[in-house]
């Protein structure tokens, strides 16, 4: 059974950085693609970058594009998401999940971690 542990979340300032990591368990990482996904306050779960299985290919949503970088350590069995120039706007729980495109398959959706950005 798929296990995913997400953390690297924080209080930041508009501008800072923040990464991510996503930790899976139960599964052939390697040959997953991943996914990570936000959810901000009264909003819906929104895609937010997507990477294959090779790290061969990346996906990105427009809003988070030029800024934000999906990518894997098959060897720690680990999908980063590197966050630049954060805006407020980024403000949400971010999840990472098993993806197949740019939809979650697999498992379901945990604690995520909490990323907020002040202005």
């Known amino acids: 059974q798929v296990r995913l542990v997400e953390s690297g979340g924080g209080l930041v300032q508009a501008g800072a950085s923040l990464t991510l990591s996503c930790a899976a368990s139960?599964?052939?990482?390697?040959?997953?693609?991943m996914g990570w996904f936000r959810q901000a306050p009264g909003k819906e779960r929104e895609f937010v970058a997507a990477?294959?299985?090779?790290?061969?290919?990346?996906n990105y949503a427009d809003s988070v594009k030029g800024r934000f970088t999906i990518s894997r350590d098959n060897a720690k069995n680990t999908v980063y998401l590197q966050m630049n120039s954060l805006k407020p706007e980024d403000t949400a729980v971010y999840y990472c999940r098993v993806v197949a495109g740019i939809q979650p398959v697999l498992g379901s959706w945990g604690q995520g971690t909490q990323v907020t950005v002040s202005s």
């Open positions: 990477i294959r299985w090779n790290g061969g290919s990346t």
């Open positions: 139960g599964v052939t990482f390697s040959n997953l693609a």
